[in-house]
């Protein structure tokens, strides 16, 4: 389950924030398998979508990170979850996407596949109320 703003997200939902104010980010992981899982890192990468097939993951000028965007997981047990929390930051307003990436470091054991097909998650970043 991946929450932005304390909403949960799948491919239907966009989530609205406020540039300026940070987001809180959530990325909860259920190990299903008969065997533990890791150690292996998540990365968060925010990308825009020009709806062209191009996409821009240049955007550190546009998004920031509340401490790092990669998180490093020693290892989930069977029918156990983790959790990890962190937060972004909108420079710009604009609509955005996280693709979230895994970088395995025990090659013995695979992630569960449906890690991979975590849903697409879409934030607009609107400019503050005053």
């Known amino acids: 389950d991946i929450l932005v703003d304390g909403k949960l997200c799948d491919c239907d939902i966009v ?16 190990n299903w398998s008969k065997h533990s899982v890791g150690p292996f890192a998540l990365t968060v990468m925010p990308y825009q979508d020009y709806q062209n097939g191009v996409h821009n993951y240049e ?19 069977p029918t156990k979850d983790t ?20 970088h ?15 849903p697409s998650v879409h934030i607009r970043a609107t400019e503050p109320t005053v």
């Open 59 to 77: 955007l550190q000028d546009a998004i920031t990170f509340v401490g790092s965007n990669t998180f490093y997981i020693d290892s989930v047990k």
């Open 83 to 102: 959790v990890y929390f962190g937060a972004l930051l909108f420079l710009y307003t604009g609509d955005f996407y996280l693709n979230i990436k895994f």
């Open 15 to 30: 989530v609205n924030c406020k540039v300026g104010d940070p987001v809180p980010l959530e990325v909860k992981l259920t």
């Open 104 to 118: 395995e470091d025990n090659c013995s054991r695979e992630l569960p596949l449906s890690w991979f097909c975590l």
